[in-house]
C-alpha cells in the first residue's frame, strides 16, 4: 500500500459530483432524445385511412386526405367502365407496366381496380403535382377533344387521364395517376394506406 493519507471527504465529495452530473446529463439527454419521435399529428398523418363509401353514387368522386395527398374515389357508372375499354390504345400505358409510380398487382387491369365499380388513386398530376379537375361528362368541352368520353384535366399543362387514371399519349405527364395501396374492410368500406400483402 501507499504511503499517501486518503482524503475520505475528497473521495466523497468527487462520488457525489460525478453522480449529480450523471442525473443532471441524463435530465438533459432524455428530452433531446424524445424530439426524434413523430408527434400524434405526424403519425395521423401516415395512418391508414378508413373511408365509407355507402353514400356514393354512381357518377360521384369523394376526396380524403392520406399521408397530406388528395385520394380520389370515384363510384364508375356502368357506362363509364365500357368507355374505359374503347380508351385503351390511346393510352401512353393502358396496362400500368412502367415503374416510377409502381401499380399494386391488384390494379393492373383496365379500370385499374379491384372493384371495377370504384377507382382509388392520389390526385396528383405525375407531371408538376398539380390536382387535376373532375371532367366527368363526355363529349366536346373546352381543352378536351371532341370525342372525350371522360376523365380528369390538369390545368397546368393539358395533361388528360382516363377515368381509370391512365394518361393519354403525348401529354406532359410521364405516367398514370398512382394507385395508393388499399383494400376493402367491406362492400362499403375501404381501407386507403394498407393491402392485403402488407
Same mark, same amino acid.
Given at each position: 500500500?501507499?504511503?499517501?493519507?486518503?482524503?475520505?471527504?475528497?473521495?466523497?465529495?468527487?462520488?457525489?459530483?460525478?453522480?449529480?452530473?450523471?442525473?443532471?446529463?441524463?435530465?438533459?439527454?432524455?428530452?433531446?432524445?424524445?424530439?426524434?419521435?413523430?408527434? #400524434?399529428?405526424?403519425?395521423?398523418?401516415?395512418?391508414?385511412?378508413?373511408? +365509407?363509401? $355507402?353514400? %356514393?353514387? /354512381?357518377? #360521384?368522386?369523394?376526396?380524403?386526405?392520406?399521408?397530406?395527398?388528395?385520394?380520389?374515389?370515384?363510384?364508375?357508372?356502368?357506362?363509364? %367502365? @365500357?368507355?374505359?375499354?374503347?380508351? $385503351?390504345?390511346?393510352?401512353?400505358? =393502358?396496362?400500368? &407496366?412502367?415503374?416510377?409510380? /409502381?401499380? =399494386?398487382?391488384?390494379?393492373?387491369?383496365?379500370?385499374?381496380?379491384?372493384?371495377?365499380?370504384?377507382?382509388? &388513386?392520389?390526385?396528383?398530376?405525375?407531371?408538376?403535382?398539380?390536382?387535376? $379537375?373532375?371532367?366527368?361528362?363526355?363529349?366536346?368541352? /373546352?381543352?378536351?377533344?371532341?370525342?372525350?368520353?371522360?376523365?380528369?384535366?390538369?390545368?397546368?399543362?393539358?395533361?388528360?387521364? +382516363?377515368?381509370?387514371?391512365?394518361?393519354?399519349?403525348?401529354?406532359?405527364? =410521364?405516367?398514370?395517376?398512382?394507385? =395508393?395501396?388499399?383494400?376493402? %374492410?367491406? +362492400?362499403?368500406?375501404?381501407?386507403?394506406? @394498407?393491402?392485403?400483402?402488407?
Amino acid at each position: 500500500m501507499s504511503d499517501q493519507q486518503v482524503d475520505q471527504a475528497k473521495r466523497t465529495w468527487l462520488i457525489a459530483s460525478g453522480c449529480a452530473g450523471a442525473v443532471g446529463g441524463l435530465a438533459t439527454a432524455v428530452p433531446f432524445v424524445s424530439t426524434f419521435t413523430p408527434s #400524434e399529428r405526424a403519425k395521423a398523418a401516415g395512418a391508414s385511412v378508413e373511408v +365509407d363509401i $355507402s353514400a %356514393l353514387k /354512381p357518377g #360521384e368522386k369523394l376526396t380524403v386526405e392520406w399521408r397530406g395527398k388528395p385520394v380520389w374515389v370515384v363510384r364508375r357508372t356502368p357506362e363509364q %367502365l @365500357e368507355a374505359l375499354k374503347a380508351l $385503351s390504345a390511346e393510352m401512353a400505358d =393502358p396496362d400500368s &407496366v412502367r415503374t416510377a409510380y /409502381p401499380t =399494386p398487382e391488384y390494379a393492373r387491369n383496365t379500370p385499374r381496380s379491384i372493384k371495377p365499380e370504384y377507382l382509388v &388513386v392520389i390526385g396528383i398530376c405525375t407531371h408538376l403535382g398539380c390536382s387535376p $379537375s373532375d371532367k366527368f361528362q363526355a363529349g366536346p368541352q /373546352p381543352s378536351l377533344p371532341d370525342d372525350w368520353k371522360g376523365g380528369f384535366l390538369c390545368p397546368c399543362h393539358g395533361s388528360t387521364f +382516363d377515368l381509370a387514371g391512365r394518361v393519354f399519349k403525348n401529354k406532359p405527364a =410521364p405516367d398514370n395517376l398512382e394507385v =395508393p395501396p388499399h383494400m376493402y %374492410l367491406s +362492400d362499403t368500406s375501404i381501407l386507403i394506406g @394498407e393491402d392485403k400483402k402488407a
